[in-house]
């Protein structure tokens, strides 16, 4: 099945520098990957996606990177606030029998934003 | 509209007892997956439900067991409570036959003590 590492586990940054997230997957078969925020107590909540077919897709201060040819990717945000402070997870969707889509989540990285 | 909502929010169960977690997709999705996210870890995949049947499932053990309604609500169901199985568990839905992001629920926090 897929395996979706994701580095680091913590990162600590100061109020308006960048903070970059970076999973790796296994199976080639993979052609979708959202990336999450679950802050204290809610549920994760989709924040971008980037398909097999994109290199690279930007929304206002978040970037997301796929390279596929060495199975990684990334999650850029820039300018970070402190309201930016959350878990953040990558994951890689795998089709499966059936037409269905089965996500598979990395371990999480805790932002922290200091002001 | 509201999006995915579960309850009950949080519960306390004695190990051995028996546990059903429910929980409502968001409208126009008829696709319904459960995870499991132990502290300090991503959401571990259970199973996934459509059209009223498990469609695909993950590494767990039968205790763990499901229903879908024809309303596509849905019910996890965890028999004989381990201590381990302590945990948030999440439900999410989406449209069927589409690779999309799922929309979650805030989740049921499931302590057994």
């Known amino acids: 099945g897929e395996n979706v590492e994701q580095h680091p586990s913590t990162l600590s940054v100061q109020e308006g520098d960048s903070a970059v997230i970076k999973c790796t997957y296994s199976?080639?078969?993979?052609?979708?990957f959202p990336w999450y925020k679950q802050e204290l107590g809610k549920g994760p909540q989709l924040i971008i996606d980037?398909?097999?077919?994109?290199g690279e897709k930007k929304d206002q201060r978040i970037a997301v990177t796929l390279n596929k040819t060495a199975k990684h990717f990334s999650l850029h945000i820039t300018e970070t606030q402190p309201e930016d402070s959350a878990v953040y997870f990558c994951?890689?969707?795998?089709?499966?029998?059936?037409?269905?889509?089965?996500?598979?989540f990395g371990r999480g990285t805790s932002l922290i934003v200091h002001p | 509209d509201a999006g995915v909502t579960q309850s009950p929010t949080h519960l306390i169960k004695t190990r051995g007892q028996q546990v059903t977690l429910r929980c409502s997709p968001k409208?126009?999705?008829?696709?319904v997956s459960w995870y499991q996210q132990a502290l300090g870890q991503g959401p571990q995949f259970i199973f996934q439900?459509?059209?009223?049947?498990?469609?695909q499932r993950g590494n767990f053990p039968d205790r763990f067991s499901g229903h879908q309604f024809p309303n596509y609500s849905s019910e996890l169901n965890v028999n004989a409570l381990l201590l381990g199985d302590s945990a948030l568990y999440l439900c999410?839905?989406?449209?069927?036959?589409?690779?999309?992001?799922?929309?979650f629920g805030s989740g049921t926090r499931l302590t057994v003590v």
């Open positions: 999410a839905s989406s449209p069927t036959g589409a690779n999309y992001g799922y929309t």
């Open positions: 980037i398909r097999s077919n994109v």
């Open positions: 439900y459509y059209e009223e049947e498990e469609r």
């Open positions: 994951a890689a969707s795998t089709p499966a029998s059936g037409g269905s889509y089965i996500p598979t």
């Open positions: 199976d080639s078969a993979s052609n979708y």
């Open positions: 409208s126009g999705h008829d696709t």
